[in-house]
Structure formats: C-alpha cells, structure tokens
C-alpha cells in the first residue's frame, strides 16, 4: 500500500487516506435465469453476492472500488450481463481509512 512517504521533519511515516467507494445494487432477473445471472456476477471484480431471493429474482450486491468513475464503471458491466433485467443503485457511501499497517513505520519519540 502506497505511503506518504518520510516526514523530514520527524521521520514519521504517515499513512496516505486511500478512499474505498461502496455501492449497494438490487439485480432483478427472471426467477428461472438467476442461478446463471448469478453465477456471472460473482465473477466480476469488487463485486459480492450478499443475498438472494430465488423466488423473487432479486439479488442483493455489494460493490467495492478505489474510484466513482469505477463505481459508475461497475453498475454499467452488471447492467449489461446477460440475464439482467435491470440493476439499481440503492445505497452509495465513500470510507476514507488509512491504508493498513505494514509493521514497518518508525515510531515518533
């Protein structure tokens, strides 16, 4: 993971905010389609399969990107899947985290 780099100042490494862009997305399918609609999902990238109403057709997706444009990217490919009748974003939220610790920072002192 990428770092800030050295301080001059005090030699402290400081961890670079990486932004992580998680979407929610209800995929609808015909009830008899979705095992296969499913199965070319969760091949996709950033992509995971949180619940499924066979009955219904429904499917229930998370997606997880470093970027919107990858978000907007990411909905357009599930859209375009053979089988889907459609799929909608219904939840949209940015984390801002550091990036996680290698173990190798210099501690300040």
């Given amino acids: ?7 001059e100042c005090n030699k402290l490494r400081l961890p670079v905010e990486i932004p992580m862009h998680y979407s929610g997305i209800l ?6 389609r979705l095992p296969a609609c499913a199965a070319a999902l969760s091949g996709l990238p950033g ?23 990858e978000q907007e990217e990411g909905l357009r490919r599930i859209q375009g899947q053979p089988g889907v009748l459609y799929a909608e974003l219904v939840y949209y939220h940015v984390s801002e985290s550091p990036a996680p610790s290698t173990g190798n920072e210099e501690q300040a002192g």
């Fill in 27 to 32: 995929v609808a399918s015909a009830p008899d």
């Fill in 1 to 7: 993971y990428p770092f800030a780099g050295v301080n």
């Fill in 47 to 69: 992509l995971e399969i949180h619940y499924s109403y066979p009955e219904l057709g429904r499917l229930i997706v998370v997606q997880e990107t470093r970027t919107r444009a």
